[in-house]
T-cell receptor, first 113, second 114 residues
């Protein structure tokens, strides 16, 4: 399996601003998932977008998928201090077999009060 | 539901010692997996299982063994600990990988090998 690659590696913004992070991947996917990891904790699933979807919303989260560019973006609107965490994308490749999701190094987001 | 539980939370081993990291889930998930997370390296898949009695290797299986005798439990065994195995270990489970189901992660085990 090949991992997605998150960009930027680190992002620091003021509380209330929007945060955008990107994910690029290599080959055709069935779906792509985004996860959050608070410091010292396990990953928590945020949202899944399927290959035939272009945009998905969940609360303050908006995910887009551009399969022609093999990229996805995660937008967090009106950021809060509690959004400080690392964010990972996990593409599920077409014909990916029975192995696990693969994760990149993530984007470390810091929300400044 | 407790979700995915892992024990212990912290462990210090000496080089050459063996130990088992425990993982259990109460969601009747077929798929379970073990990852390790090192600073700046993201998560890497060690072993996974698609059901009781079925296991397979992931990206970094050397030095680790797994078994899956029940749907609920998926222990990870370190055969002879090495400093390179110092890491945070996460267990995860999912209803299935087919169709794109989310993975549920445990809280992690922080292992130090001296």
């Amino acid at each position: 399996s090949q991992q997605g690659e998150e960009d930027p590696q680190a992002l620091s913004i003021q509380e209330g601003e929007n945060a955008t992070m990107n994910c690029s991947y290599k080959t055709s996917i069935n779906n792509l998932q985004w996860y959050r990891q608070n410091s010292g904790r396990g990953l928590v699933h945020l949202i899944l977008i399927r290959s035939n979807e272009r945009e998905k919303h969940s609360g303050r989260l908006r995910v887009t998928l551009d399969t022609s560019k093999k990229s996805s973006s995660l937008l967090i609107t009106a950021s809060r201090a509690a959004d400080t965490a690392s964010y990972f994308c996990a593409p599920r490749y077409s014909g990916g077999g029975a192995d696990g999701l693969t994760f990149g190094k993530g984007t470390h987001l810091i929300i400044q009060p | 539901n407790a979700g995915v539980t892992q024990t212990p939370k912290f462990q210090v081993l000496k080089t050459g010692q063996s130990m088992t990291l425990q993982c259990a889930q109460d969601m009747n998930h077929e798929y379970m997996s073990w990852y390790r997370q090192d600073p700046g390296m993201g998560l890497r898949l060690i072993h996974y299982s698609v059901g009781a009695g079925i296991t397979d290797q992931g990206e970094v299986p050397n030095g680790y063994n797994v078994s899956r005798s029940t749907t609920e439990d998926f222990p990870l065994r370190l055969l002879s600990a090495a400093p390179s195995q110092t890491s945070v270990y996460f267990c995860a489970s999912s209803y299935s990988l087919a169709g794109g189901y989310e993975q549920y992660f445990g809280p992690g085990t922080r292992l130090t090998v001296t």
